[in-house]
């Protein structure tokens, strides 16, 4: 694996005493990330014309499920208003479909149309599927190490009340009450 040995090579440097400049790794480390992001985001709306947060939503009603609006706001950590608008948008597609549930008329329910499946199916997988899998390969001491390491860089950033969920894009699709405009809100 080419970029393991790239990482044992930075290291040994650093351990020798290198000139490398850590803090420039982490940047560019940082940027590694938030360009995979970018470059998975512009291949799915390539592939299937959906973003992140559409594709994660869909993937929540396979199976048949029905839930409310907000029953999928809170399974995929996003606000109501952005969920309801990212509905609006698929249900226009023709990818979902909303009725009235049947013991309370009340409640609006969603389920996945079968265009909505057909494009399931052909739809590459969220990014952090893959870092979900290969995280929970680790032994916990590394898995706990990692959070750390990320929740210390995300202090020096000094960007704590910036609220995210737990899936990786830049969508659009994610509204300015999921993610405040400065790290002071």
């Given at each position: 694996m080419a970029s393991k040995r790239s990482l044992e090579t930075k290291i040994d440097q650093v351990t020798r005493g290198s000139t490398v400049d850590l803090g420039e790794e982490v940047l560019r480390s940082l940027r590694r990330i938030i360009r995979a992001t970018y470059l998975h985001s512009k291949k799915l709306q390539s592939t299937v014309g959906l973003t992140a947060p559409q594709l994660v939503i869909l993937r929540e009603l396979v199976?048949?499920?029905?839930?409310?609006?907000?029953?999928?706001?809170?399974s995929v950590s996003l606000s109501p208003?952005?969920?309801?608008?990212?509905?609006?948008?698929?249900?226009?597609?023709?990818?979902?479909?909303?009725?009235?549930?049947?013991?309370?008329?009340?409640q609006l329910l969603v389920r996945l149309t079968a265009e909505g499946e057909e494009l399931l199916a052909r739809a590459p997988p969220p990014l952090q599927e893959q870092f979900s899998d290969n995280m929970a390969k680790l032994a916990d001491w590394e898995q706990s190490q990692i959070l750390a390491t990320l929740q210390r860089i995300v202090a020096l950033m000094e960007v704590e009340s910036v609220?995210?969920?737990?899936?990786?894009?830049?969508?659009?699709?994610?509204?300015?009450?999921?993610?405040?405009?400065?790290?002071?809100?």
């Amino acid at each position: 694996m080419a970029s393991k040995r790239s990482l044992e090579t930075k290291i040994d440097q650093v351990t020798r005493g290198s000139t490398v400049d850590l803090g420039e790794e982490v940047l560019r480390s940082l940027r590694r990330i938030i360009r995979a992001t970018y470059l998975h985001s512009k291949k799915l709306q390539s592939t299937v014309g959906l973003t992140a947060p559409q594709l994660v939503i869909l993937r929540e009603l396979v199976g048949g499920r029905e839930l409310s609006g907000s029953q999928l706001a809170s399974s995929v950590s996003l606000s109501p208003p952005t969920v309801a608008g990212i509905l609006s948008r698929l249900e226009s597609r023709g990818l979902i479909h909303r009725h009235r549930s049947e013991r309370d008329k009340r409640q609006l329910l969603v389920r996945l149309t079968a265009e909505g499946e057909e494009l399931l199916a052909r739809a590459p997988p969220p990014l952090q599927e893959q870092f979900s899998d290969n995280m929970a390969k680790l032994a916990d001491w590394e898995q706990s190490q990692i959070l750390a390491t990320l929740q210390r860089i995300v202090a020096l950033m000094e960007v704590e009340s910036v609220d995210a969920s737990p899936f990786l894009t830049t969508s659009p699709d994610i509204q300015t009450e999921d993610v405040p405009s400065s790290p002071t809100e």
